[in-house]
C-alpha cells in the first residue's frame, strides 16, 4: 500500500525549531519529487516547498513565506522526508502535509497525500 | 505572484450540476489539477492535467480549461460531494512554484 505518514509536529515557541518527518513506503521514494504543503487552521492549501529526486538534482525550492527559514531534506536510505523549521512565527501555525507527485497517476499534480501532522507556535 | 482565484461557495441541490471555477490570468496555458478535501481529512486529487480523473473517481466529475478560467464540473451531485475544493498550478515565475486557488465550499442543499 501506497502510504506517507507525517511525525514530529507539535507546540513550539515563537523563534523555535521543530523537525518533521514522513515516512514513504509501497513506492520507490528516491525517484519521487516530494513536497511540504500547510493549512491554517479554517484556511486554504500553501506549498510550502519541495525537493526533487536525486536522479533530478536533489534541488530544492521554497515558498516566499518560509524561504531561508525552513529547510527540506530527504533520507532515500530510510525512505524519509525531512522539513526543518527554525525561527518559527505564529503564522507558521498549521497542518503539514507531505505529498508527492507521478505515483497513482503520471504527472505533477499531488496525487498521494499523507494525513498530516499540526504544527502549533504559541507562547 | 500567480493568484488563482475561485469563489468562496457554491451551493447546489442534490441530482444537480455543480460547476466551481479557478480564475487565473491565461490559466487556459497552464496545467490545472483540483483536490477534494473532506472535513478532517487530507486532500484528495479528483481530476489532473484540466480533465483526467485518478482511477476511482467517479465520472460525474470533469474539468475543462480555457482562457482566464479553469472550471470542475460535477454533474448529479450527491450529498458525499460536500466538501471544499481546490484548483492548483505550477508557476516557475512565481515566488510560490505551487500555486493553489484559496477553495471552494461546496454545499449540497
Known amino acids: 500500500e501506497v502510504q506517507l505518514v507525517e511525525s514530529g509536529g507539535g507546540l513550539v515557541k515563537p523563534g523555535g525549531s521543530l523537525r518533521l518527518s514522513c515516512a514513504a513506503s509501497?513506492?520507490?521514494?528516491?525517484?519521487?519529487?516530494m513536497s511540504w504543503v500547510r493549512q491554517a487552521p479554517g484556511k486554504g492549501l500553501e506549498w510550502v516547498g519541495r525537493i526533487k529526486s536525486k536522479t533530478d538534482g536533489g534541488t530544492t525550492d521554497y515558498a516566499a513565506p518560509v524561504k531561508g527559514r525552513f529547510t527540506i531534506s530527504r533520507d532515500d536510505s530510510k525512505n524519509t522526508l525531512y522539513l526543518q523549521m527554525n525561527s518559527l512565527k505564529t503564522e507558521d501555525t498549521a497542518v503539514y502535509y507531505c505529498?508527492?507527485?507521478?505515483?497513482?497517476?503520471?504527472?505533477?499534480?499531488?496525487?498521494?497525500w499523507g494525513q498530516g501532522t499540526m504544527v502549533t507556535v504559541s507562547s | 505572484s500567480y493568484v488563482l482565484t475561485q469563489p468562496p461557495s457554491v451551493s447546489v441541490a442534490p441530482g444537480k450540476t455543480a460547476r466551481i471555477t479557478c480564475g487565473g490570468n491565461n490559466i487556459g496555458s497552464k496545467s490545472v489539477h483540483w483536490y477534494q478535501q473532506k472535513p478532517g481529512q487530507a486532500p484528495v486529487l479528483v481530476i489532473y492535467?484540466?480533465?483526467d480523473r485518478p482511477s476511482g473517481i467517479p465520472e460525474r466529475f470533469s474539468g475543462s480549461n480555457s482562457g482566464n478560467t479553469a472550471t470542475l464540473t460535477i454533474s448529479r451531485v450527491e450529498a458525499g460531494d460536500e466538501a471544499d475544493y481546490y484548483c492548483?498550478?505550477?508557476?516557475?515565475?512565481?515566488?510560490?512554484?505551487?500555486?493553489f486557488g484559496g477553495g471552494t465550499k461546496l454545499t449540497v442543499l
Open positions: 509501497g513506492f520507490t521514494f528516491s525517484n519521487a519529487w
Open positions: 492535467y484540466d480533465s
Open positions: 505529498t508527492t507527485s507521478g505515483i497513482a497517476v503520471a504527472g505533477d499534480a499531488f496525487d498521494i
Open positions: 492548483q498550478v505550477w508557476d516557475s515565475s512565481s515566488d510560490h512554484l505551487g500555486v
